[in-house]
């Protein structure tokens, strides 16, 4: 039977999973985390996850050494064979004895993680709307903090605009969506901005990239400028969550004809078959 919860060593039902009130990623926000998808119980691009966990923690000079085969004992039992999920994993800087900003001398790191199954998002095949707004969030983007009072309030502004997503913008360049990076294309090339503190490393962003130059779709990691967006024939947005989402408005304009691209059709064939042969 597969279990519903992992903290600190432990297996339990979600329900009964819980963290004192004096732990620090309930207080500050003093954590970083993972969503890492995992089709028929395989954990997929799990390194790459991984990588992307420990650079995390090293940026927040959180200290937690776990290989990677200790990582899959700990996440596997959480997997069903039979269907499409993914894992949360979050941990904290832990319980500190006062409430106090800088680090505690001691204190053990939480882990914790649950599992979920992947509900199909069935606005892919249409495509969704989504509008520009400011980037309003920090200089450590590319860290996977569980801070993300920014990202939830763009996003929540974006939903009460009737739009999936937001498209964020800094002096007048794109850096990525609310929980997602950002394509375009643009005069045919496949456009996505460079990593750099300010987006973060996607690992849905990074397969189309390596998809992109096996399937030799001219490509190009550059700044995307807001005029240029508001004129590209297609823009997609990606996440382990969601896959690859084409958008279809933007800002109440029409993207392309009004629905999801031909390269897009392309790539999103490309992903689903990529997919399918993780092992
Ligand atoms: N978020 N950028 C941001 C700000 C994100 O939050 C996410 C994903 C991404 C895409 O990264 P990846 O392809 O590795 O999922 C980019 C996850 C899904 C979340 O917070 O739930």
Same mark, same amino acid.
């Given at each position: 039977m597969?279990k519903t919860a992992?903290?600190?060593?432990?297996?339990?039902?979600?329900a009964?999973?819980?963290v004192?009130?004096?732990?620090?990623g309930?207080?500050?926000?003093?954590?970083?985390?993972e969503v890492?998808?995992?089709?028929?119980?395989?954990?997929?691009r799990?390194?790459d996850? =991984?990588?992307?966990?420990?650079n995390?923690l090293?940026n927040?000079?959180?200290?937690?050494?776990?290989?990677?085969e #200790?990582w899959?004992t700990?996440l596997?039992?959480?997997l069903?064979t !039979?269907? %499409?999920?993914?894992?949360?994993?979050?941990i904290?800087?832990?319980?500190?004895?006062t409430? %106090?900003?800088a680090?505690?001398e001691?204190?053990?790191?939480t882990?914790f993680?649950m599992c979920?199954?992947i509900k199909?998002?069935?606005e892919?095949?249409?495509?969704?709307?989504a509008v520009?707004? %400011?980037?309003?969030?920090?200089d450590l983007?590319h860290?996977?903090?569980?801070?993300l009072l920014a990202?939830?309030l763009?996003r929540?502004?974006?939903?009460?605009?009737g739009a999936?997503?937001a498209i964020l913008v800094?002096?007048?360049?794109v850096t990525?969506?609310?929980a997602?990076n950002?394509f375009a294309?643009i !005069?045919?090339?496949?456009?996505?901005?460079?990593?750099s503190?300010e987006?973060?490393?996607?690992?849905?962003?990074?397969?189309?990239?390596?998809?992109a130059?096996? !399937?030799?779709?001219p490509?190009?990691?550059a700044?995307?400028?807001l005029?240029?967006i508001?004129h590209?024939?297609?823009i997609? =947005?990606?996440?382990s969550t969601r896959e690859?989402i084409?958008?279809?408005?933007l800002?109440g #304009?029409r993207?392309?004809n009004?629905?999801?691209?031909?390269?897009?059709?392309?790539?999103n064939?490309?992903f #689903?078959?990529?997919?399918?042969?993780?092992s």
């Amino acid at each position: 039977m597969n279990k519903t919860a992992y903290l600190n060593g432990e297996y339990l039902p979600l329900a009964e999973a819980k963290v004192s009130v004096l732990d620090r990623g309930f207080l500050f926000g003093d954590g970083v985390y993972e969503v890492i998808p995992a089709y028929r119980g395989h954990l997929f691009r799990f390194d790459d996850h =991984l990588r992307r966990l420990n650079n995390s923690l090293s940026n927040i000079r959180l200290v937690l050494h776990k290989t990677a085969e #200790q990582w899959r004992t700990v996440l596997e039992p959480l997997l069903s064979t !039979d269907r %499409d999920q993914y894992i949360y994993l979050q941990i904290t800087r832990g319980v500190a004895p006062t409430r %106090d900003h800088a680090f505690p001398e001691h204190a053990e790191p939480t882990v914790f993680a649950m599992c979920s199954d992947i509900k199909p998002f069935t606005e892919r095949e249409t495509g969704v709307k989504a509008v520009t707004l %400011d980037d309003s969030r920090w200089d450590l983007c590319h860290v996977k903090a569980t801070t993300l009072l920014a990202n939830i309030l763009l996003r929540q502004q974006a939903v009460e605009q009737g739009a999936a997503e937001a498209i964020l913008v800094k002096n007048d360049y794109v850096t990525e969506g609310a929980a997602s990076n950002i394509f375009a294309v643009i !005069d045919g090339v496949l456009k996505t901005p460079e990593t750099s503190g300010e987006i973060l490393p996607g690992i849905t962003r990074e397969v189309i990239i390596e998809l992109a130059q096996k !399937d030799q779709i001219p490509y190009q990691e550059a700044p995307i400028s807001l005029a240029e967006i508001k004129h590209a024939s297609e823009i997609w =947005l990606t996440s382990s969550t969601r896959e690859i989402i084409p958008v279809v408005e933007l800002d109440g #304009q029409r993207i392309g004809n009004g629905k999801p691209g031909p390269i897009w059709q392309n790539m999103n064939q490309l992903f #689903q078959q990529y997919k399918q042969n993780v092992s």
